[in-house]
Structures are given as structure tokens and as C-alpha cells.
T-cell receptor, first 113, second 112 residues
Framework: DTGVSQDPRHKITKRGQNVTFRCDPISEHNRLYWYRQTLGQGPEFLTYFQNEAQLEKSRLLSDRFSAERPKGSFSTLEIQRTEQGDSAMYLC???????????FGPGTRLTVT | GENVEQHPSTLSVQEGDSAVIKCTYSDSASNYFPWYKQELGKGPQLIIDIRSNVGEKKDQRIAVTLNKTAKHFSLHITETQPEDSAVYFCAASWTSYDKVIFGPGTSLSVIP
């Protein structure tokens, strides 16, 4: 399967713990995006990378959130000191620079207890 | 800020009937309008899109229309089938090809 992959698919953690998610984009795509989706809502943009450069961050991305794409391939999203309000589906998408179409992975569902 | 509204929030149709979902957007600079289908437990899947220089686009049973003056766009699904049941999201983006702003979604149920 050459689509966007995300790991893990599900994560349950206790409040205050740190969690890290991984996204592997479609191999030739140089742009990678992170979105968050809460129940019954559409995805909300968090941040995106072109190659290894993080080009934009949403105001939703508090200082407890950090994203990296060190070699311009896979990306990680870390949430420190998780709160119950962080419970959501975290979606990754990828695209080619200069092309509109974004393709999404299956998401990582985070539950903070 | 940028905003995309979508209605209805739920839609139930008989198999074989048509379904229409309507969206409006706030930023007149928006020029790319994708539609995504999301099935339970899966990520959104791009099903069709339209650019601002086009008024209508069709792909088999799916068609999208865009009215830039009114800042409205719509998704039309004809001859609906049970496998069309899912949540559909309209969205808008810009020439910078960066973030996509999504609507709140329409849950479509096709009754056999």
C-alpha cells in the first residue's frame, strides 16, 4: 500500500503523560500536514511542512504540541502533559508542493483518561 | 477568519434517489474546493474537487457546482447506493496550496 500511513492507530493515555505519533507520507510527496478532528466535526489544520521546514502553525497548536520532520520524509507529532481536551483523531495528509490535492492517512485516535 | 458552512448536517435518502449537500465559504480569495468522504474509523478520502475557474465538474454519479459570486458550492450524488453512506465534508483552500478549511460535515444515510 503506497498511501499515507500513521502509527499507532489508537492510543490511550493518562492525563499528564506524553504521547508521540508518527506519519509516513506518500513517498514522493514533499508536503506533509497535521490536522485534528474531534467527534462530529471536520478536520482542523494544525501545521504543515515542506520537506523538513515547518511553514505554518495554527493557533490550535499550543506550546505542549511539537511536530518535526527531520529528514523531510516521515513526521512525528508529540503532545506533552496530555489533557482530556486533547482526545481526538489526529490526521496526517500529504501532497506535492504546488498541487492542491491532499491525501489523508487513517488517523491516530487519542483517548486521554 | 476563513469559514466554511455546510448543510444539512444529516441527510437520509432512499437508494436510487439523489442527494445534494450545500456549502458556503467566507474568503473570496478561496480558489480550490475539494470534497471528502469519510467512512467510520477511516481518514477522509478525496472524491472530487473543483477550481475557481470552473463552474461545474462531473465524475460518474458525482457532480460539483461552484458559484463564486455567491460563494456557494454543492455536491450532487445521483442514483445513490448503500455504499455512499458516510460523512461528507466540503472544504476550501487557496493558491498557496497550504491548509484546507473544512466544513462541519454531512452524515449521509442511503436506505436500501
Amino acid at each position: 500500500d503506497t498511501g499515507v500511513s500513521q502509527d499507532p492507530r489508537h492510543k490511550i493515555t493518562k492525563r499528564g503523560q506524553n504521547v508521540t505519533f508518527r506519519c509516513d507520507p506518500i513517498s514522493e510527496h514533499n508536503r506533509l500536514y497535521w490536522y485534528r478532528q474531534t467527534l462530529g466535526q471536520g478536520p482542523e489544520f494544525l501545521t504543515y511542512f515542506q520537506n523538513e521546514a515547518q511553514l505554518e502553525k495554527s493557533r490550535l497548536l499550543s506550546d505542549r504540541f511539537s511536530a518535526e520532520r527531520p529528514k523531510g520524509s516521515f513526521s512525528t507529532l508529540e503532545i506533552q502533559r496530555t489533557e482530556q481536551g486533547d482526545s481526538a483523531m489526529y490526521l496526517c495528509a500529504s501532497s506535492l508542493a504546488g498541487v492542491y490535492e491532499q491525501y489523508f492517512g487513517p488517523g491516530t485516535r487519542l483517548t486521554v483518561t | 477568519g476563513e469559514n466554511v458552512e455546510q448543510h444539512p448536517s444529516t441527510l437520509s435518502v432512499q437508494e436510487g434517489d439523489s442527494a445534494v449537500i450545500k456549502c458556503t465559504y467566507s474568503d473570496s480569495a478561496s480558489n480550490y474546493f475539494p470534497w471528502y468522504k469519510q467512512e467510520l474509523g477511516k481518514g477522509p478520502q478525496l472524491i472530487i474537487d473543483i477550481r475557481s475557474n470552473v463552474g461545474e465538474k462531473k465524475d460518474q454519479r458525482i457532480a460539483v457546482t461552484l458559484n463564486k459570486t455567491a460563494k456557494h458550492f454543492s455536491l450532487h450524488i445521483t442514483e445513490t447506493q448503500p455504499e455512499d453512506s458516510a460523512v461528507y465534508f466540503c472544504a476550501a483552500s487557496w493558491t498557496s496550496y497550504d491548509k484546507v478549511i473544512f466544513g462541519p460535515g454531512t452524515s449521509l444515510s442511503v436506505i436500501p
